[in-house]
């Protein structure tokens, strides 16, 4: 872009205040395939010989749509939309922290090189891990009150912060809000083959493009996105299972490890249990890459115009505070040699 238009490029805070509005603008369109994944991904299928439901919510759903048709029936509309508050400040805190500090290794990285180049896909995707891993410890206490309240059974419906007080009440403490941090660490591999495909898919089928097209930025969104789903979904329905409520069958203890809640769901329900609620998030992540990718691209253009008005802006008012003081020199000046 900078190169085109002869615009610096933006900051790193530019870049992440960019990618957090695509984000919080494709996740809020697409909300309602998070509850419906988050849901099917706590619930254990139910055998002929359970005695006790094994979900949090007794309500055991099929399929995305019967999750769809029932938490309608139960809940009305703003069912699919419960806890979008805090997932939304968690989609934002979490995607800026992402790209601003995937910016600053990106660019320390590459200025780091005699010869500045871009980075192989191998670098891309560690330099993608830090950024996560380092956005990850902040940002998962908001992670883990919205999937609490996305799992919150019919009429224990808290808000935002008494969730948060729930989670902190309970037997880990301050540190529930942490719960999950390691698998959340492991996950960091998801945005890093999301991003590091993403740009090697862009330079591989348009090269030399700084800027896509619509439609372009939202099929190299979703291929990247698919691939990364697709590779880590046992570790996201474990990361699910560690930050939700336990089931009853667990009689109220909670996970400790992710591998202890994938060896529960391969106890119960197989080694295919691990790969519950893919379409949705498939289909999720698919919308959500697509529209993030697509926006952000949209969205850095505007904040590069942006900033460029605000530079001309405080070139404009830096002349003139010039131009007033170089006047105001001239009118004095001639003072000065009198009295000398």
């Known amino acids: 872009m900078a190169a085109k238009t002869g615009q610096p490029p933006l900051p790193p805070w530019g870049n992440a205040l960019a990618g957090a509005t695509g984000a919080v603008i494709a996740n809020a369109l697409v909300y309602p395939l998070d509850i419906v994944k988050t849901r099917l991904q706590v619930q254990v299928k139910r055998k002929p010989t359970d005695s006790a439901p094994l979900t949090v919510d007794e309500r055991h759903y099929t399929s995305t749509m019967d999750a769809l048709r029932q938490i309608v029936q139960d809940e009305g ?43 192989n896909t191998a670098v891309e995707l560690s330099l993608g ?121 667990r009689q109220g203890r909670p996970f400790k490890t992710f591998t202890e809640v994938m060896a529960f769901i391969i106890e119960n329900e197989g080694p295919l249990g691990l790969f519950k609620g893919l379409i949705p998030q498939l289909t999720k992540g698919l919308l959500v890459q697509g529209l993030l990718m697509m926006t952000k691209e949209r969205m850095e253009i505007l904040f590069i115009v942006l900033f460029a008005y605000v530079r001309r802006l405080r070139s404009e008012k830096l002349k003139k505070a010039a131009d007033a003081l170089v006047s105001k020199a001239s009118k004095v000046t001639p003072v000065l040699v009198e009295t000398n």
Do not use: C, H
Request: aromatic fraction near 10%; avoid cysteine.
């Open 129 to 249: 891990a830090v950024a996560g891993a380092i956005a990850q410890v902040f940002t998962i206490p908001v992670s883990v009150v919205t999937t609490r309240q996305q799992t919150q059974p019919r009429g224990d419906k808290k808000g935002l912060l008494d969730t948060g007080k729930e989670v902190i009440n309970g037997e880990d403490g301050v540190t529930g809000l942490w719960r999950g941090l390691k698998a959340s660490l492991v996950l960091v591999v998801n945005p890093a083959i999301t991003y590091g495909a993403y740009q090697r898919l862009k330079d591989g089928l348009f090269p030399g493009r700084t800027n896509l097209k619509l439609w372009e930025a939202f099929l190299l969104g979703a291929m990247s996105k698919a691939l990364a789903t697709m590779v880590t979904q046992p570790l996201i329905v474990a990361k699910v299972g560690l930050q939700s409520r336990p089931p009853p069958a």
């Open 77 to 119: 509309i703003s069912g699919l939309y419960s806890g979008i508050n805090g997932s939304l400040i968690g989609v934002a805190s979490t995607n800026f922290a992402y790209f601003y500090w995937y910016s600053i290794v990106r660019t320390l990285y590459i200025s780091s090189q005699k010869i500045p180049k871009p980075p």
